[in-house]
């Protein structure tokens, strides 16, 4: 037990931990508590039905646990307007919609850093090709982010800076606060990928006063295919649709239409409403098991993993020494072997699920000569035990 | 990509139950494909497969999984040999069994890797020279022939009336005199086998029968009391025939055709026979007991020849 937090109470709301698994591969995915389970049950079972579009029974019901759920995700980050808060499948589509939507000019240019995930590189790239600029800030060796390197290359050209909030790769969390004042400066906005940060800390985006905010709800304890693009109310009047079709208009003739309010005018076609609903749950849980007990629950469990195999000169470990400045990952190789073996190897032994390669984030590990490494990423349901067992079976590796 | 040309087979004969596998086949085909053209295999199914066997020795001793993991190729390799050398053994068995019945071949010598003990070929052993260069046996004594005096073509049969395989081949014998009745008789030699309780005695005691005009029914009776053969039951065997029960009595006691005996034994010894059941059909050898086809194949092969 730390702190106040049980993590062996939690523990017991998810009913895959039954099985005899060690489960490190919540950067990827996190496992379900049976309440977000349930809620997803319920809509199948009890009012499954469109919202926005009928009048009856379970349409209505729809519609209320549909704003029941955006409203809990407005509160999971504190924005100020359910309006600011769009459902989408995942952090890609989010990130995606910001980048087909905004009218750049000619010579603008986009800030990301050296280390995004290729949801957030791959938009911006296809967007260089149509003459807009894509300046890369560098990281440094300890994984953090040269924000000198950020200070120069930021200009009035920049329209947007687009950057992790915490790292897939090595956990490592960007000043967002502090990247977004040199963009005030600038007038540029800011959108964060929180797709890793989102599962694990309190975002407050009034406080972070970012423009933009993608993360995704199957890292965090919701259903996959469930996404949130948060906006500013400012920034999304001025962004023009971008899928459009169903229930993004309300009213159209065969020459024109007329487009919906915030924010379902970003969310074209019929919802995955259970999944929407479904994410609402998870936002509900995660806030009642409080952001700040999850966020130091998986440092401390990182901690004692890092304490453990950091000394040992055959491991190297991503960013920096120290676990607190790397939240719940632990991203490291083993020299002279592959990592594909070695998170292979812990997943046959012991059960122990971890990923090994790029994380999608092939650029920095091409830019670096480094082929992958292997990521375990803790969460609010991991213990001290299992952190230990894999130090075990690390280490029966290091001895082959 | 070595453990990948096994892995192709395995997973494609598992592809035809499971979706699963064919995803496996095809990844296994592309390894290997990618590999003769000299270019990295994409589906790493070879690593996979290290990192798990590593993984599950990994339980047992970290020196283990590292033998295997730092020896994959090496392994790898011998795992492969030992599998084409299964194959190879595999269809020479398969061969054997659709041409002789059995996998071992016509005769007990050749090694069959789907019968490893030989269990289904066996004869009772004795101590001789199974490379004796004399290999086939010829028609000589007076022992009896069974069926058609004037058939075509004899087998010879070394045989032991204690012989639990000798008498397993005996349906096979009826069988085979039957198909090609008139055509083919048999002569049965006593070979006496030291090791076999009342062997010896069997052999005298038909010996001694046929001097009364029943050796046919002597013969059959003693295979079908093989398991309670004694010296009060082949008196027995003899009354129950309508024998001279004093004349066989004074025979068997006198060992009157001990020559007999040994001197069929010897001729079997002569000609490389190794173990009982062993029949000649004129050159070519059968070894143990064997079913009808494997008969017919040589029979008919020998009926064909000129002069039959």
């Given at each position: 037990m730390f702190f106040d937090y049980n993590a062996e109470k939690t523990r017991k709301d998810f009913p895959i931990l039954e099985k005899p698994i060690v489960y490190?591969?919540?950067?990827?995915?996190?496992?379900?508590?049976?309440?977000?389970?349930?809620?997803?049950?319920?809509?199948?079972?009890e009012y499954t039905a469109c919202a926005g579009r009928s009048?009856?029974?379970?349409?209505?019901?729809?519609?209320?646990?549909?704003?029941?759920?955006?409203?809990?995700?407005?509160?999971f980050i504190n924005a100020g307007s359910a309006k600011e808060i769009i459902f989408t499948r995942n952090t890609t589509e989010g990130i995606n919609l910001v980048a087909n939507c905004l009218e750049f000019e000619n010579g603008d240019n986009i800030i990301i850093s050296d280390k995004e995930h290729n949801s957030n590189l791959i938009p911006w790239l296809k967007l260089s090709k149509k003459g807009i600029k894509v300046l890369i800030v560098a990281t440094k060796e300890d994984g953090t982010l040269d924000m000198e390197d950020l200070k120069s290359k930021i200009d009035e050209k920049?329209?947007?800076?687009?950057?992790?909030?915490?790292?897939?790769?090595?956990?490592?969390?960007?000043?967002?606060?502090e990247i977004v004042k040199i963009c005030r400066k600038n007038g540029s906005l800011v959108l964060v990928d929180g797709a890793q940060a989102a599962p694990s800390m309190n975002i407050d985006v009034k406080s972070l006063d970012v423009d933009f905010l993608a993360f995704s709800g199957h890292k965090m304890l919701g259903p996959t295919g469930t996404g949130i693009l948060y906006g500013k109310e400012k920034a999304l009047e001025n962004l023009p649709q971008f899928i459009v079709g169903g229930e993004t208009v309300t009213d159209s003739t065969h020459e024109s239409y007329n487009m919906e309010e915030l924010p379902m005018r970003f969310e074209a076609g019929l919802q995955d409403y259970a999944g929407i609903i479904g994410l609402g749950e998870?936002?509900?849980?995660?806030?009642?098991?409080g952001m700040d007990h999850i966020s130091k629950h998986e440092i401390k469990l990182n901690e004692i993993i890092t304490e453990k195999l950091i000394s040992n000169p055959?491991?190297?470990?991503?960013?920096?020494?120290?676990?607190?400045?790397?939240?719940?990952?632990?991203?490291?190789?083993?020299?002279?072997?592959?990592?594909?073996?070695?998170?292979?190897?812990?997943?046959?032994?012991?059960?122990?699920?971890?990923?090994?390669g790029m994380h999608c984030v092939h650029s920095w590990f091409n830019k670096r000569r480094i082929n992958g490494s292997v990521r375990a990423s803790l969460y609010l349901y991991n213990t001290e035990e299992e952190c230990n067992l894999f130090v075990n079976e690390v280490e029966k590796i290091l001895r082959m | 990509m070595v453990l990948c040309i096994i892995a192709l087979p395995v997973f494609a004969i598992l592809g035809i139950f499971s979706v699963k596998y064919r995803k496996l086949t095809l990844d296994s085909l592309d390894c290997i494909f990618r590999t003769v053209?000299?270019?990295?295999?994409?589906?790493?199914?070879?690593?996979?497969?290290?990192?798990?066997?590593?993984?599950?020795?990994?339980?047992?001793?970290?020196?283990?999984?590292?033998?295997?993991?730092?020896n994959y190729k090496l392994i790898s390799w011998i795992i492969l040999i030992i599998f084409l050398w299964s194959i190879y053994g595999t269809s020479v068995g398969i061969y054997n069994y659709a041409q002789y019945g059995n996998c071992n071949g016509p005769s007990d010598t050749g090694f069959c890797m789907l019968d490893p003990t030989g269990q289904n070929t066996k004869t009772s052993e004795i101590e001789v020279d199974k490379q004796s260069k004399v290999i086939y046996a010829k028609l000589e004594g007076d022992d009896p022939i069974i069926g058609n005096k004037n058939a075509?073509?004899?087998?010879?049969?070394?045989?032991?009336?204690?012989?639990?395989?000798t008498k397993k081949a005996e349906p096979t014998v009826k069988e085979v005199l039957d198909y090609y009745k008139g055509k083919v008789n048999l002569q049965f030699k006593t070979f006496y086998i030291p090791h076999h309780n009342?062997?010896?005695?069997?052999?005298?005691?038909?010996?001694?029968?046929?001097?009364?005009?029943?050796?046919?029914?002597?013969?059959n009776s003693l295979f079908e009391n093989q398991e309670q053969l004694n010296e009060a039951l082949l008196h027995e065997l003899a009354n129950n025939l309508g024998m001279n029960i004093t004349k066989f009595d004074e025979c068997l006691l006198a060992e009157k055709y001990k020559n007999e005996v040994e001197s069929d034994t010897l001729a079997g010894v002569h000609a490389g026979v190794a173990g009982t059941p062993t029949f000649f059909v004129n050159e070519q050898k059968i070894v143990g007991p064997k079913p009808l086809r494997t008969f017919k194949t040589i029979i008919d092969e020998e009926l064909k020849k000129p002069g039959k």
């Open positions: 490190f591969d919540n950067a990827c995915m996190s496992l379900k508590p049976i309440q977000v389970i349930d809620k997803i049950n319920e809509y199948y079972k009048a009856h029974r379970f349409a209505s019901r729809v519609e209320e646990e549909v704003d029941k759920s955006r409203n809990e995700v407005r509160k920049t329209k947007l800076v687009s950057i992790v909030f915490t790292s897939n790769v090595d956990g490592v969390v960007n000043p967002i606060k998870a936002c509900k849980y995660l806030k009642r098991i055959r491991i190297s470990v991503l960013g920096p020494k120290e676990a607190k400045k790397r939240s719940g990952i632990f991203s490291f190789n083993i020299k002279g072997m592959n990592a594909l073996d070695i998170s292979k190897m812990l997943d046959v032994s012991k059960g122990i699920m971890t990923r090994a | 053209t000299f270019r990295k295999c994409r589906s790493s199914l070879d690593d996979r497969i290290k990192s798990y066997m590593a993984g599950k020795t990994l339980k047992v001793s970290p020196v283990l999984s590292g033998v295997i993991y730092k075509e073509l004899t087998i010879i049969e070394f045989g032991c009336y204690a012989c639990p395989y009342m062997s010896y005695r069997s052999a005298l005691a038909a010996n001694c029968a046929q001097e009364q005009g029943k050796y046919i029914e002597y013969h």
